[in-house]
């Protein structure tokens, strides 16, 4: 040391100076971190008055839900996306071409710097004044730049085949679901009497068929948000997203304060409607209009039940009513209930779309999904244009006026 230069002594003590500020930044992170865990995990937010997180411990025969466990959902999302790409490619696929499902060949937009430019960093539709403007630039004809955007909107839509592959996917999955959810349920008294949900409450103990009702569903509306790049983005892609993270936080809540028997209920209200929309799609998409429009019927009936008439009336009413008979209000309770409300909201949105459907469906000709954007067939808006810019149905009625010739 006493060879060292003062320099290099100058540098050594900068570098114990520099680990000694790094070790206790680390620590006040690691202490800030407690804090705010200790906090955010305190009793008094999550649990009612007098009960502990020591209650929710294994004991007297009893197991509960922990939350490490949720951390597996992760893993088995991964999982869900694998067995998702191999089923489409092995058994969708196969089963669109059976059923005659084909891409329609699309006529690409010509290279265009300028309106690419303008597609990609503006709007995908421009304004009359818009395309005045882009049709200046590119010296083109207000018709050829109408009929450019309108291919290469085209161009970005997904085809048949991956709707049915998507349809499919989920529609395997919500009929799995509600049949394992039927198997896990059927002989549970909380099925047919909501007040035993909170019998014995917090003290209920987990079952193995619980566990993995829990842990299947979370892992596939997990599998969900990360395939959201990919999958087909609908006009209800934000409400999608909204409806998928309320789930989850439900779910996840509902797990780790023990509020699973009221958690499974609201699982297979949901999945009952899920299987038959899924199930429409595929036979509107494999052109079976009658099977279509009976299953799409019954969707209708079946959503207009659970998720407007048993879900608030009896779900929410289970969770607002009956827990402070037993129990003062407390904060867990009332976020529970929120985010049930905020689901509840979603179903009205929902509900509107199929009832707009159901309109189309009884009073003209119901062809397509609400919530699907559709492709331009330049053919009609070619004729479009001729008409002075009133479209027309294929039938030559006045667009969103009902076909009553059927």
């Not at 009612?48 to 509960?64: A, C, F, I, Q």
């Not at 089963?95 to 699309?106: H, S, T």
């Not at 000709?365 to 009609?380: P, Y």
Request: one cysteine or more; charged letters at 25%.
């Amino acid at each position: 040391m006493s060879n060292m230069s003062p320099s290099g002594r100058v540098f050594e003590k900068c570098i114990v100076c520099c680990n000694d500020n790094i070790f206790c930044f680390h620590s006040s992170c690691i202490r800030m971190l407690q804090m705010i865990s200790e906090w955010f995990w305190w009793d008094r937010i999550w649990l009612p008055v007098n009960l502990t997180w020591s209650d929710l411990e294994d004991k007297e025969g009893r197991v509960y839900a922990k939350v490490s466990d949720l951390y597996v959902t992760s893993l088995y999302s991964m999982v869900f996306l694998i067995m998702r790409y191999l089923f489409e490619r092995l058994l969708a696929t196969p089963l669109a071409a059976y059923c005659g499902i084909k891409d329609k060949v699309q006529q690409r937009a010509a290279h265009n710097p300028v309106l690419e430019r303008y597609f990609r960093n503006h709007l995908r539709n421009p304004t009359q004044s818009d395309i005045d403007g882009l049709s200046k630039k590119c010296s083109w004809t207000r018709r050829q730049v109408e009929r450019w955007f309108r291919r290469r909107r085209n161009q970005d839509r997904p085809g048949l085949q991956k709707k049915f592959r998507e349809a499919c996917w989920r529609f395997v999955f919500y009929l799995s679901a509600f049949i394992g959810g039927l198997i896990a349920l059927y002989d549970k008294p909380w099925l047919y009497d909501t007040r035993e949900v909170w019998t014995g409450f917090p003290k209920q103990s987990m079952l193995d068929s619980q566990y993995w009702y829990y842990i299947v569903e979370m892992s596939f509306y997990w599998s969900l948000l990360f395939s959201v790049a990919f999958d087909i983005k609908r006009k209800d892609f934000k409400e999608q997203i909204i409806h998928h993270f309320a789930t989850l936080i439900l779910l996840a809540f509902s797990w780790c304060a023990n509020y699973i028997r009221i958690g499974t209920l609201v699982m297979i209200i949901h999945d009952a409607s899920d299987v038959l929309l899924e199930s429409a799609k595929l036979f509107n998409y494999a052109k079976w209009e009658k099977t279509c429009n009976i299953i799409f019927i019954l969707f209708a009936v079946v959503f207009m039940v659970t998720r407007l008439i048993i879900f608030p009336f009896w779900l929410i009413h289970c969770t607002w009513v009956y827990p402070v008979v037993s129990y003062p209000p407390f904060f867990g309770y009332y976020f529970f209930n929120v985010m049930l409300l905020l689901l509840q909201l979603l179903h009205i949105f929902w509900a509107c779309l199929i009832l707009r459907m159901l309109k189309k469906f009884l009073f003209g000709n119901l062809t397509r999904d609400e919530r699907s954007d559709n492709e331009e067939d330049e053919a009609e808006s070619n004729s479009t244009e001729e008409d002075g810019g009133h479209p027309k149905l294929k039938n030559g009625s006045r667009a969103g006026e009902p076909d009553t010739r059927h």
